[in-house]
């Protein structure tokens, strides 16, 4: 009698908290590519209902309706889930330019220091690690339950600045056509993060399955290429060679990050 067949690994992701949220597009693209790479029969599919960052840690942890999450590493994100160590979007999380009103843009060539930046408003989402690296650096940032929110807040003048990852601003834009808003062209906030995907402690076949397609990605060049055809046109627009830099430190940054692999990082002096 055959062997009967593995079932295929349950990849469930959770919904995105908006239609117009691009978050979701490159780490579904990476994780699709992983999963393919990694030799296993999978299914991969969302969540019913589209959750927030907080819900959907909390849910994994308790491994109710979800799988897998990709979000900013933390040592609370590290000890209460399983993190797969490897930066998907090789540390572009944490290279942030700002998003301001398009009429501020003379306010902002005057800033020179965190100081300067700290004289105005910035905003970021209630469950967000970056939330408390700004506080952590002396700057005064305004909370928004909802990612939408933050928009609001700054067209409306509530904020003054809403930082976004390098990768995020250009087609947050494009998605919020009817807003006045603009990329700051002179600042790039910069502090150490990654972007993991975690899986809940205990899930080591799924958390295997996904780091061996990762290394193989990594390999055979596929991940570069998602890499740089997601992201390279973006970051050349941005000249980030050009801009002053603000570097933050990072508190809550794990010490065992593979800061030793250098392939994994990307540094804005490179060609994209």
């Known amino acids: ?40 029969s999978f299914e991969l599919k969302p969540s019913q209902a589209s959750m927030q960052q907080a819900r959907s840690l909390r849910q994994l942890a308790k491994g109710e309706g979800l ?29 942030r ?3 301001i009103r398009k009429d501020e843009q003379v306010r902002m060539d005057s800033i020179e220091s965190l100081a300067g930046l700290a004289r105005l408003w910035g905003g970021q989402g209630h469950d967000w690690p970056d939330l408390g690296v700004l ?22 003048g509530r904020i003054d600045y809403f930082p976004r990852a390098v990768a995020e601003a250009g087609p947050e834009l494009e998605r919020h056509p009817q807003m006045d808003l603009a ?35 990594i390999a055979d060049g596929s991940m570069a290429a998602l890499f740089r055809q997601t992201y390279g046109s973006l970051l050349q627009r941005l000249a980030l060679r050009h801009r002053k830099v603000l570097d933050l430190a990072n508190p809550d940054f794990p010490g065992d ?16």
């Open 1 to 40: 009698m055959a062997a009967q067949a593995a079932a295929p690994l349950r990849v469930i992701y959770p919904k995105a908290e908006s239609r117009r949220d691009i978050r979701t597009d490159y780490p579904l693209e990476l994780l699709r590519l992983a999963l393919n790479r990694s030799g296993e």
């Open 67 to 95: 799988d897998i999450v990709w979000s900013v590493t933390t040592r609370e994100r590290e000890r209460d889930l399983l993190p797969i160590r490897i930066p998907i979007d090789r540390g572009l999380i944490g290279w």
């Open 97 to 99: 330019v700002l998003l």
């Open 135 to 156: 506080r952590a650096n002396g700057l005064r940032v305004l909370a928004s339950p909802t990612y939408e929110g933050l928009f609001a807040m700054l067209q409306q």
């Open 183 to 217: 990329i700051e062209n002179h600042l790039l906030l910069h502090y150490p993060s990654a972007l993991y995907f975690f899986v809940r402690q205990g899930n080591r076949p799924l958390a295997d399955a996904v780091t061996r397609g990762l290394e193989r990605a």
């Open 257 to 272: 990050v593979p800061t030793g692999r250098p392939d994994l990082w990307f540094q804005p002096g490179e060609s994209p």
